[in-house]
């Protein structure tokens, strides 16, 4: 799987100044900077490793699992393992592709997801992901769990049944806006996301359209209102071109 | 769970644990120690707070602490107290709100610091950034036991007991099917079955937990392995069960508390626990042990592999082991294994035989458990 448009997709965190060193992937020698991880390194020399909960704008997570790669014979997360000289990395055996695709079935059926009617169908990065590893059906049984919606705020929505936990808007915030918007809480399969706000829900809080934490949502569960189904089937961010190929990105990247 | 020597020490040795911080922080430089108490000891906090206000009344903790071997007579006292040999250092003592990960260092630095017990990205590791981003130890109150008698008596005489590789002693905490639980001490390497007889067990016994549920099964054929941290490790925990027990059960305990303690982070664990458990359940509800499920054998198998390989913390590493360990002593043969809940009732109406044509006629995902 190779990267052919870099341009928009990723500012990779990196420094100049220092001496590249090389470790191999998949058996290619692949160089790095000082302070990469082995997914940013990666998609700088064109190797796709799938991921959701990443983002080159703010700091690493590694709670989807589905960047995880094998270093020196250990299962790891790519985006939070520092690239170092002489690591072996293989980011495409046919043992993790499987792992991937559970794992993506995993995310479906925690929430509910019901891309029919999804307003960020054909640009959502976790349908993009499933088409990419092949998924055709869920494999385990659907939780239909009761999650909350968000449209309190003039013009943002809030729908948890599609969220991820990947703690992107909650970065986001912190790293970029600086706001605390949006923390996960709860524990275990009950975990949630809540809105820092007099009274927890999104009218109230201090977020904006415009921030950061308000355009980096992956899926389709922090959204913009009035933005909905503009773009005909068939020219939708993923419509023609794999993830794997065009990168984790948004449709606002494009143009 | 089924370790409870640490309340023992924090509540009966307290003294021990204290020194040995204090031994070590004035050997790697610390001013500040803290006791994590997990929410459910919160009882010993009055015995706590009184043991360090005594200590620091007693010159032992606080400004300048003088090095050396000090009795409460000072008759025996062989330190002086120039200021080059006294150091500072408190202890502090924090309580968790009672969750199994907090017990993970970094997890449990996340809860001192106030926010939510998640295991945290390594590197950097807590000895060069850990609390508040400072050098930090984190050590088992039994560790900082040993280190103050190892102070007192010396590294030769640890070394007497066990092995090289396996030096000194190690606290077990036995309970179930035997009539003298408790807290053992035992050199490093002991045999299982000599546990096993100093707890006075039940002839009858199918296996000892060894190490918690993150731990193993030992069978009673296995029981000359030795506990150290090679062939069998433990941090302490020993539980018997005798053939009363369904082994079933005790796998469903375990997974179970699994999914409850799931911190929650990551998909793997997050939601594998949660389907594991669900598994079981159904296992348990139907008439059909597990033995002649080989579909679902093979699922929950993949299920649990899945989420010790793919996971975010060492936890997860091993919340599959249960699950995995008892299939692969499987044995159709032995009426201990199986979960036949409700043996009275027998269906006559056989529903996995009724689907298996449109099962491998439908997709080419063949693992689908309707």
């Given at each position: 799987?190779t990267?052919?448009n870099?341009?928009?997709?990723?500012?990779?965190?990196?420094?100049?100044?220092?001496?590249?060193?090389?470790?191999?992937?998949?058996?290619?020698?692949?160089p790095?900077?000082?302070?990469?991880s082995?997914?940013?390194?990666?998609?700088?020399?064109?190797?796709?490793?799938?991921?959701l909960?990443f983002?080159?704008?703010?700091?690493?997570h590694?709670?989807?699992?589905?960047?995880?790669?094998?270093?020196?014979g250990?299962?790891?997360?790519?985006c939070?393992?520092?690239?170092?000289?002489?690591?072996?990395?293989?980011?495409?055996?046919?043992?993790?592709?499987?792992q991937?695709?559970?794992?993506?079935?995993m995310?479906?059926?925690e929430?509910?997801?019901?891309?029919?009617?999804?307003?960020?169908?054909?640009?959502?990065?976790?349908?993009?992901i499933?088409?990419?590893?092949?998924?055709?059906?869920?494999?385990?049984?659907?939780?239909?769990?009761?999650?909350?919606?968000?449209?309190?705020?003039?013009?943002?929505l809030l729908?948890?049944?599609?969220?991820?936990?990947?703690?992107?808007c909650?970065?986001?915030g912190?790293?970029?806006?600086?706001?605390?918007l949006?923390?996960?809480?709860?524990?275990?399969?009950?975990?949630?996301?809540?809105?820092t706000?007099?009274?927890?829900?999104?009218?109230?809080?201090?977020?904006?359209?415009?921030?950061n934490?308000a355009?980096?949502?992956?899926?389709?569960?922090?959204?913009?209102?009035d933005?909905?189904?503009?773009?005909?089937?068939?020219?939708?961010?993923?419509?023609?071109?794999?993830?794997s190929?065009?990168?984790n990105?948004?449709?606002?990247?494009?143009s | 769970?089924?370790?409870?020597?640490?309340?023992?020490?924090?509540?009966?040795?307290?003294d021990?644990?204290?020194?040995?911080?204090?031994?070590?922080?004035?050997?790697v430089?610390?001013?500040?120690?803290?006791?994590?108490l997990?929410?459910?000891y919160?009882?010993?906090?009055?015995h706590?707070?009184?043991?360090?206000?005594q200590?620091?009344?007693?010159?032992?903790?606080?400004?300048?602490?003088?090095?050396?071997?000090?009795?409460l007579?000072?008759?025996?006292?062989?330190?002086?107290?120039?200021?080059?040999m006294?150091?500072d250092?408190?202890?502090?003592?924090?309580?968790?709100?009672?969750?199994?990960?907090?017990?993970?260092?970094?997890?449990?630095?996340?809860?001192?610091e106030?926010?939510?017990?998640?295991?945290?990205?390594?590197?950097?590791?807590?000895?060069?950034?850990?609390?508040?981003?400072?050098?930090?130890?984190?050590?088992?109150?039994?560790?900082?036991?040993?280190?103050?008698?190892?102070?007192?008596?010396?590294?030769?005489?640890?070394?007497q007991?066990?092995?090289?590789?396996?030096?000194?002693t190690?606290?077990?905490?036995?309970?179930?099917d035997?009539?003298?639980?408790?807290?053992y001490?035992?050199?490093?390497?002991?045999?299982?079955?000599?546990?096993?007889?100093?707890?006075?067990?039940?002839?009858?016994?199918?296996?000892?937990?060894?190490?918690?549920?993150s731990?193993?099964?030992?069978?009673?054929?296995?029981?000359?392995l030795a506990?150290?941290?090679?062939?069998?490790?433990t941090?302490?925990?020993?539980?018997?069960?005798?053939?009363?027990?369904?082994?079933f059960?005790?796998?469903?305990n375990?997974?179970?508390?699994?999914?409850?303690?799931?911190?929650?982070?990551?998909?793997?664990?997050?939601?594998?626990?949660?389907?594991?458990?669900?598994?079981?359940?159904d296992?348990k509800?139907?008439?059909?042990?597990?033995?002649?499920?080989?579909?679902?054998?093979?699922e929950?198998?993949?299920?649990?592999?899945l989420?010790?390989?793919?996971s975010?913390?060492?936890?997860?590493?091993?919340?599959?082991?249960?699950?995995?360990?008892?299939?692969?002593?499987?044995?159709?043969?032995?009426?201990?294994?199986?979960?036949l809940?409700?043996?009275?009732?027998?269906?006559?109406?056989?529903?996995d035989?009724?689907?298996?044509?449109?099962?491998?006629?439908?997709?080419?995902?063949?693992n689908?458990?309707?």
């Open positions: 799987m990267l052919h870099t341009e928009h997709a990723i500012t990779i965190r990196s420094n100049p100044k220092q001496t590249p060193s090389e470790f191999t992937l998949n058996g290619k020698s692949t790095f900077s000082s302070g990469q082995i997914l940013e390194a990666a998609i700088n020399n064109g190797t796709y490793i799938p991921h909960c983002n080159p704008k703010v700091s690493a590694g709670s989807c699992r589905l960047c995880i790669v094998n270093v020196n250990r299962t790891l997360s790519a939070t393992t520092p690239a170092e000289p002489g690591l072996k990395v293989d980011s495409n055996t046919d043992t993790l592709q499987q991937r695709l559970r794992i993506t079935q995310l479906f059926i929430g509910n997801h019901y891309c029919p009617t999804c307003e960020w169908s054909g640009n959502c990065q976790l349908q993009a499933a088409y990419d590893l092949g998924m055709t059906n869920n494999h385990y049984p659907m939780q239909y769990p009761k999650r909350s919606l968000d449209a309190s705020h003039p013009h943002i729908d948890q049944d599609r969220c991820i936990h990947c703690g992107l909650e970065r986001a912190k790293e970029l806006d600086n706001k605390h949006f923390a996960l809480s709860g524990r275990g399969i009950d975990s949630y996301l809540t809105i706000s007099d009274d927890g829900s999104l009218k109230t809080s201090t977020i904006d359209a415009k921030d934490a355009n980096i949502c992956p899926v389709g569960a922090l959204l913009l209102k933005d909905a189904y503009h773009t005909p089937i068939g020219q939708r961010l993923y419509d023609t071109d794999a993830i190929v065009i990168g990105c948004r449709p606002e990247d494009q | 769970p089924g370790t409870f020597k640490d309340r023992v020490l924090l509540t009966s040795y307290l021990n644990i204290i020194e040995g911080m204090t031994i070590c922080a004035y050997t430089g610390a001013q500040e120690g803290y006791i994590y997990r929410g459910e919160i009882y010993l906090q009055p706590i707070e009184q043991c360090l206000q200590r620091r009344q007693l010159g032992f903790l606080g400004k300048g602490i003088v090095k050396g071997k000090i009795s007579d000072e008759t025996s006292s062989t330190s002086s107290t120039p200021s080059s006294s150091f250092f408190d202890i502090y003592l924090h309580i968790g709100a009672g969750a199994y990960i907090c017990g993970e260092e970094s997890a449990l630095i996340e809860s001192m106030g926010k939510r017990g998640i295991p945290r990205i390594r590197p950097p590791y807590p000895v060069t950034n850990g609390y508040l981003q400072r050098p930090t130890i984190v050590n088992n109150v039994e560790t900082f036991c040993c280190i103050t008698w190892i102070a007192d008596h010396s590294a030769e005489d640890f070394l007991q066990g092995s090289l590789e396996n030096a000194g190690k606290l077990h905490s036995a309970s179930g035997c009539t003298q639980p408790g807290i001490e035992l050199p490093m390497g002991t045999p299982v079955h000599h546990l096993v007889s100093l707890c006075h067990s039940t002839d009858e016994l199918t296996g000892a937990q060894v190490g918690g549920p731990g193993r099964f030992v069978t009673t054929d296995q029981f000359d506990m150290d941290y090679n062939q069998v490790s941090g302490g925990s020993f539980m018997l069960f005798d053939t009363s027990r369904k082994r059960d005790i796998i469903e375990f997974t179970r508390f699994f999914q409850h303690e799931s911190c929650g982070f990551c998909t793997s664990c997050r939601v594998g626990t949660t389907l594991l458990t669900q598994h079981l359940e296992i509800a139907s008439a059909k042990p597990l033995t002649e499920d080989k579909p679902r054998c093979e929950i198998h993949c299920l649990a592999t989420i010790n390989d793919t975010h913390c060492g936890l997860e590493h091993t919340a599959g082991n249960p699950v995995l360990q008892y299939i692969q002593h499987q044995q159709p043969s032995n009426s201990t294994f199986g979960a809940s409700n043996s009275k009732i027998k269906p006559i109406f056989d529903l035989a009724a689907q298996s044509d449109i099962r491998s006629a439908n997709t080419s995902d063949n689908d458990i309707a």
